[in-house]
């Protein structure tokens, strides 16, 4: 594999050039040819959309009797990718583009027919023009007012350009800050108003108060507690007193077990 690449190879000592014969041409005089669709097309046999930059190993001639200002216009021989039914293309030097012309349909494009129709317009407008000078000047007037116009949306695109350079970023965080704390205030107003309608009756401006019954008024008022004075005695001397609020466990009373007393046992038992 690796001979094939190389570019010295080897000639023998007794190599002679004129003893090789000359290659065999095709009678047709069509030229292989390694090209990518330049357009989508669809083949009319079978329906097979082939799109734009397929690759192919197409058959190149030289269309005899047609030519475009001493250009002169190719044909290419391609072959469906699904049924391999043969379509051919030319070359447009008028329009510097490709043709369908075989067995086969271009897609539509819709930028193309843009600007066949633009072109129309504009051939149209200078047949119009060519025997109306009245027609000339309003379609002069129109093309001036159509750019005074398109001068002055640039302008106030540049003036806002300029507008949002020359601010700095301390005046954008302020800004910021101004228009946040705005909101806030937006929004604690509405939550004060939600709030007031719904503690008022019905979203009424009053709230019912309630009034004091006669018994209530006639009460006396309650006198103060007197205060409780709370001698202590003082314990005698060599007696010991148990405080009442002691909390120390309580020592349980002995018992005193009794005397386990053997039986007597007499001889005379036994």
Known sequence: ????KVINKYYPPDFDPTKLGRGKRRKDNLMTVRMMLPMSVRCNTCGEYLYKG???????????????????????????????????IKTDPQNSDYTAELNCSRNFEPWRENERLREEAKLERENEEQGDAIKALENKTLDSKIELAILEGLEEIQADNAQRIAVSPDQLIENYKKRHEEMIHR??????????KLVSKESGSYVKRIEESEQEKRKEPIAPAKKVEVVTKK???????????????????????PAIVPPKVSLVDY
């Open 187 to 196: 929004q604690n107003a509405i939550d004060e108003e939600e709030l007031e």
């Open 1 to 4: 594999m690796s001979e094939r």
């Open 54 to 88: 397929k690759k192919f190993n197409s058959k190149k001639e030289t269309v005899t009797g047609e030519e475009y200002l001493g250009v002169k216009i190719f044909r290419f021989y391609m072959k469906c990718t699904n049924c391999c039914s043969e379509f051919t």
């Open 235 to 257: 314990p005698r001397i060599g007696v010991k007193i148990k405080p009442k609020n002691s909390t120390a466990p309580i020592a349980a009373p002995s018992v005193t077990k």
